[in-house]
């Protein structure tokens, strides 16, 4: 089992910047940040394996850096240039899959409680 904890989000205006951080029990090869907005499904946003490839999804990438401090085993999301259309819960995942890179929330499975990113214009 891994527990993940999820801290940082909170209420900014467009185009301001929010950290997030996960403190997690242990680490997988992937670990992942996702997100779900009310009414939509849950996507992914930007994962990273143990050598510190990442991936992102097209809407945030150059917007959004992931990082992982594998000694304190805590994931980072630094968020810049946020939009109204960011607003979403975002959830820290860990995956067991060689397949994470992917950022399929089915290759994940183990989930933090969230924490809540709001946007305004």
């Known amino acids: 089992q891994v527990q993940l904890v999820e801290s940082g989000g909170g209420s900014v205006q467009a185009g301001g910047s929010l950290r997030l951080s996960c403190a997690a029990s242990?680490?997988?090869?992937?670990m992942g940040w996702f997100r779900q907005a009310p009414g939509k499904e849950r996507e992914g946003v930007a994962t990273?394996?143990?050598?510190?490839?990442?991936y992102y999804a097209a809407s945030v990438k150059d917007r959004f850096t992931i990082s992982r401090d594998n000694a304190k085993t805590t994931l980072y999301l630094q968020m810049n240039s946020l939009e109204p259309e960011d607003t979403a819960m975002y959830y820290c995942?860990?995956?067991?899959?060689?397949?994470?890179?992917?950022?399929?929330?089915?290759?994940?499975?183990?989930w933090g409680q969230g924490t809540q990113v709001t946007v305004s214009s």
């Open positions: 990273t394996n143990i050598v510190g490839t990442t």
């Open positions: 995942a860990a995956s067991l899959s060689p397949s994470g890179w992917s950022l399929a929330p089915r290759e994940y499975h183990y």
């Open positions: 242990g680490f997988t090869n992937y």
